[in-house]
C-alpha cells in the first residue's frame, strides 16, 4: 500500500488538474484547481528551502574546512541569505527601491556575467561543429557564417543589405520550422511523460525506478 498509495494521489490529482484546464463553467472545479493551486506553490516554497539548506550545508563545509576556492562559497551564502532576509524583512515587495536596486545593480549584472561566458563555451563547440565533413556540415557552416554576418552592422556594410535580408528569411523560415519540430516533440514526449508517472510506471520522483 505504500508503494500504490502516492501513485493513486497522483493520479486523483493529476486527472483533476487535467479536467479542471479543459472543462469550463463549473464553478467547483475552478475553485477547487485554484486551491491546488495554492498547494503547488506552497511545495514550490518548500522546494526552495530544501535548496537553501543543501547548499548551506554544501558550502558551510568547505568553508569551514577552507577547501580551495572556499572564498566563492562564502560569498554565494552571504549573497543568497543577504538577499533573502533584504526582501522578506525589509522590502517585502518587489516594487521596494531598495531591492529595485540591488537587483538591477547586484543580480542582473552578475546574470550577465554568466551568461556571457557561454561564448567561450559556444565557440568551442561552433569549431567542432563547423568542420565540413559531409554535406550538411556544409550547409550548418554556411547558415552560421550568414547569421553571424547578417546580424551585425558590420556584415551589411560589407556585403550590402543582402545578407541580413537572408538571414532574417534563415531566422523565420527554417529556424522556426526546426523549433516547431523540436516544441512538437518535446510536448509529445512531456505528455508521454505524465503518463507514465500518471498510472505508476514511471516512479522515479517517488524514489523508486520504473518497470
Known amino acids: 500500500m505504500k508503494q500504490e498509495l502516492p501513485v493513486i494521489?497522483?493520479?486523483?490529482?493529476g486527472l483533476f488538474i487535467v479536467i479542471a484546464m479543459f472543462v469550463g463553467g463549473v464553478p467547483a472545479l475552478t475553485t477547487?484547481?485554484?486551491?491546488?493551486?495554492?498547494?503547488?506553490?506552497v511545495v514550490s516554497a518548500w522546494a526552495i528551502a530544501v535548496g537553501v539548506?543543501?547548499?548551506?550545508?554544501?558550502h558551510g563545509r568547505r568553508v569551514q574546512q577552507r577547501r580551495e576556492g572556499y572564498q566563492y562559497s562564502l560569498w554565494l551564502m552571504i549573497c543568497m541569505f543577504g538577499m533573502a532576509f533584504f526582501g522578506i524583512l525589509v522590502a517585502k515587495s518587489?516594487?521596494?527601491?531598495?531591492?529595485?536596486?540591488?537587483?538591477?545593480?547586484?543580480?542582473?549584472?552578475?546574470?550577465?556575467?554568466?551568461?556571457?561566458?557561454?561564448?567561450?563555451?559556444i565557440g568551442a563547440a561552433?569549431?567542432?561543429?563547423?568542420?565540413?565533413?559531409?554535406?550538411?556540415a556544409a550547409?550548418?557552416?554556411?547558415?552560421?557564417?550568414?547569421m553571424m554576418l547578417g546580424r551585425v552592422p558590420l556584415g551589411t556594410v560589407l556585403l550590402g543589405d543582402w545578407i541580413g535580408d537572408t538571414a532574417e528569411w534563415i531566422l523565420n523560415v527554417p529556424n522556426s520550422a526546426g523549433m516547431r519540430g523540436i516544441q512538437i516533440g518535446a510536448t509529445l514526449g512531456g505528455i508521454a511523460t505524465a503518463l507514465r508517472i500518471l498510472v505508476g510506471?514511471?516512479?522515479?520522483?517517488l524514489g523508486g525506478t520504473g518497470d
Open 201 to 205: 510506471i514511471e516512479r522515479a520522483h
Open 32 to 41: 477547487g484547481k485554484n486551491y491546488v493551486d495554492d498547494w503547488f506553490l
Open 139 to 146: 550547409v550548418l557552416l554556411v547558415a552560421a557564417v550568414v
Open 53 to 58: 539548506v543543501n547548499l548551506t550545508q554544501i
Open 9 to 13: 494521489i497522483g493520479l486523483a490529482f
Open 126 to 136: 561552433a569549431y567542432r561543429a563547423f568542420r565540413v565533413r559531409n554535406v550538411e
Open 94 to 121: 518587489a516594487d521596494h527601491e531598495g531591492w529595485k536596486f540591488m537587483y538591477n545593480n547586484l543580480i542582473a549584472p552578475m546574470n550577465a556575467t554568466v551568461y556571457s561566458t557561454l561564448v567561450f563555451y
